[in-house]
């Protein structure tokens, strides 16, 4: 049984270098020291909004299920900020492995939460389960195994709902909109077809990067795939995702050799996501790689490698008909179904996306019963549409355009 399995684990490390090298491609030696002059490397979320001179507010949030997630707000911007009256609400949920730092990581110009606090709207920032800020629990310490047993579809039943319910109770405005970023746009999927009252709360759903199936997805889920659940559970444990000491110990060192690409090698967002060093403004790469990966449970991502597998948009495979049945009531997860989502979506995806790959994204399309909207640009990555420097003239001022048609 060892041999067996410590063969695998040769395995899984030989094609994980092979997806490295893959994804990292021209970065390599592109990158000299780390600037560690950005001052919001060590902020949290409410520093980072009051550095840039922002309004901001924070609250947290508890779940049906107990978890307690911080939720920032950014309740007007800095350009007509005169007018406190009454603003339209929107939405911003990161993806895998991220937080909500993603939407005010780079200048007030360039970040999609400020751009839009500007552009005269009440922004609200979201956190997922697991993730810096939000970890917490009524019930369990983040200790605990059980304090990590959720993945993507805990978050779409619980943390969503109860973040947009708490939103609107405090808002007092019936509607938002909500843009999604990878993770966070499945999420959105699974709640907006399974929850009509919550979806009847949300006036457009802007999508970046969209992800529901991975069956053709290049990343490193491709490979974690290939792992049995019983050797995933021996590489990466039962709670908190954080392989930083694996990339660093196996694979950084023979991979990079500059201090910064180093430290983007043994980064496991960049990992999962690729990079893109052509359209990043790399002074800003200290903040991105001091607050990312924020972090996730073991479980999710195992989920992940679960639907690469299939090829299919499900639930959690729980590994047996009687634990699925204990969960779900039949012996097999339940498969989720866009189609009965209605809420009107606008979809932005990327050409060179290694998670959100163009295939899957094909096959999802043509199952949104109410595309409003769709534009793919061919030389985007998945965090092109969170980081890129020509973000805004190719996403952000699109959304705060069709917003601006759908104000009431």
């Known amino acids: 049984m060892y041999s ?10 030989l094609l994980t270098l092979a997806s490295l090298t893959s994804v990292l491609g021209t970065t390599h030696g592109f990158f000299g020291k780390v600037n560690p002059g950005s001052p919001e490397v060590t902020m949290n979320i409410s520093q980072m909004i009051s550095y840039w001179g922002y309004p901001n507010e924070k609250y947290e949030v508890v779940t049906e299920d107990g978890y307690i997630l911080e939720v ?3 309740p007007y911007g800095k350009i007509n900020s005169g007018n406190r009256g009454q603003r339209p609400v929107v939405f911003l949920q990161h993806g895998l492995l991220a937080s909500a730092t993603n939407w005010i990581a780079n200048l007030p110009n360039n970040s999609l939460a400020f751009i839009l606090a500007d552009a005269g709207y009440d922004v609200w920032l979201g956190n997922s389960r697991g993730n810096t800020w939000a970890r917490k629990n009524l019930y369990y310490s983040p200790d605990s195994v059980e304090f990590w047993a959720f ?10 709902p109860a973040t947009i319910d708490f939103i609107v109770n405090k ?19 699974i709640a907006f077809s399974t929850n009509p009252k919550l979806a009847e709360r ?26 049995p659940s019983f050797l995933f559970k021996m590489i990466f444990g039962d709670k908190l995702f954080l392989p930083h000491n694996f990339f660093d110990q196996f694979l950084a060192t023979e991979v990079c050799s500059r201090e910064t690409l180093n430290r983007v090698c043994s980064n496991a967002l960049f990992i999962f996501c690729g990079f893109d060093s052509k359209n990043f403004n790399t002074s800003r790469l200290d903040v991105y790689l001091s607050h990312n990966p924020a972090g996730t449970s073991v479980q999710n991502i195992f989920h992940w490698t679960q639907a690469v597998k299939s090829g299919k948009f499900q639930a959690y495979d729980w590994g047996s008909p009687a634990q699925n049945m ?26 060179n996306d290694l998670l959100a790959d163009p295939q899957d994204v094909g096959i999802l399309l043509p199952k949104l019963p109410n595309l409003i909207y769709h534009k793919e640009i061919t030389f985007y990555n998945h965090l092109d549409f969170i980081w890129a420097m020509d973000a805004p003239q190719e996403v952000y001022n699109e959304i705060v ?8």
Request: hydrophobic share 35%; proline share 5%; aromatic share 12%.
């Open 171 to 189: 808002t007092g405005q019936k509607q938002l909109h909500y843009v999604g970023h990878s993770q966070g746009t499945t999420i959105g999927f």
């Open 151 to 160: 993945s993507f579809d805990e978050m779409a039943k619980y943390d969503l």
């Open 4 to 13: 067996n399995a410590n063969s695998r684990s040769k395995m899984w490390l």
């Open 326 to 351: 204990m969960h779900y009531n039949q012996p097999k997860p339940p498969y989720y179904n866009v189609t009965a989502m209605n809420v009107p979506i606008a979809v932005w995806n990327g050409g």
């Open 202 to 227: 949300i006036k457009t759903f802007y999508a970046l990067a969209p992800v529901a199936t991975v069956k053709y997805t290049k990343s490193l889920l491709n490979k974690l795939r290939f792992i």
């Open 72 to 74: 920032d707000r950014i």
């Open 401 to 408: 355009s069709m917003m601006s048609d759908n104000k009431k």
